[in-house]
């Protein structure tokens, strides 16, 4: 029996194309290693005609940031009744917007860091709250727009309120949370694994961080108490649900032990779209879990439908 017609999704015209290139392409190698007819989209804003005139069976959605896991393109998918990957219009939208998500995990009884979202213009040369705390993009991934401002600087970064920055006008202010960044996934119901992530020459996890090679390194399983391993588990799965995703995604927390063992823990968002080379993060830990490659992005086609 002839395995499905996979439409790999990728590029696209978001900040984040060459990642989306990267994982896309990586994709693509593997699904047709595991037996399916792939035919590789560089989505453009024809892509509904494109799809509609291909008609593949599965929609495998490797893009990355607005347009791709923002709710648009799984509106166009649901609007041409194409089975579509990861998660729905309305979870995409949810998670994408970093003040809406937050709210829902904080009614869900997730902890989260204090925050407000503000127009970065209104931020001036007066601190919008005490440092150290962190200025980020409301709507952005792959940490682009990321700032963070230590206890020591007399004034906020001037590059936010300067016609150099480019990721929109309203920024969310957020209290920094020191500590060890971790992450999980989770695969349909189930939290897979937790990684320490550790940036290797950076001051946080930033874009170089995750896509230049040798840029951090990853520890997995993280070396942390059961308890607290078991606890991530718990919240990632919570917040998956919560928000209402489907199929692959990946929850990012910070880790505060400098005091104790049971110090802080903060979930600070879930990517619905996280990255999907051999190498990435979700492989990473799925393969610890005894999920290859291949077994894993089968498993997100099969897992593919519309009214996510």
Request: aromatic residues 8%; contains cysteine; negative net charge.
């Amino acid at each position: 029996m002839s395995k499905k017609h996979v439409a790999v999704l990728l590029g696209g015209f978001s900040s984040e194309r060459p990642v989306s290139l990267s994982s896309g392409n990586s994709c693509a190698d593997a699904l047709e290693a595991e037996g399916y007819r792939v035919t590789r989209v560089d989505v453009t804003r024809d892509v509904g005609r494109v799809l509609s005139e291909l008609k593949p069976d599965v929609a495998f959605n490797a893009l990355h940031g607005p347009f791709g896991e923002d709710g648009t393109i799984q509106g166009v998918l649901e609007y041409l009744e194409i089975p579509y990957t990861h998660s729905g219009v309305l979870a995409s939208a949810l998670a994408m917007n970093k003040e809406l998500s937050k709210k829902i995990a904080k009614l869900a009884g997730i902890p989260v860091a204090e925050s407000k979202v503000m127009s970065r213009f209104s931020i001036g040369n007066k601190h919008p709250m005490k440092p150290p705390y962190v200025v980020k993009p409301v709507n952005e991934g792959s940490s682009f727009g990321v700032v963070i401002v230590k206890e020591d600087q007399s004034h906020p970064p001037q590059v936010i309120g300067s016609a150099e920055w480019k990721y929109g006008d309203a920024v969310m202010v957020e209290r920094y949370i020191h500590g060890r960044e971790l992450t999980c996934a989770v695969m349909g119901d189930v939290a897979l694994g937790v990684t320490e992530i550790i940036p290797t020459g950076h001051s946080f996890y930033d874009y170089d961080s995750k896509y230049v090679p040798g840029g951090s390194k990853h520890v997995c399983p993280a070396k942390i108490s059961l308890n607290i391993y078991q606890k991530i588990q718990t919240l990632a799965l919570k917040a998956h649900q919560a928000i209402g995703c489907r199929g692959v995604t990946r929850s990012d927390f910070r880790y505060d032990d400098r005091h104790s063992e049971n110090g802080e823990l903060i979930w600070l968002e879930v990517n619905t779209q996280p990255g999907m080379t051999p190498t990435s993060l979700v492989p990473e830990i799925a393969a610890e879990a005894g999920h290859s490659f291949g077994e894993l992005l089968s498993w997100m086609v099969e897992d593919a439908s519309c009214s996510r």
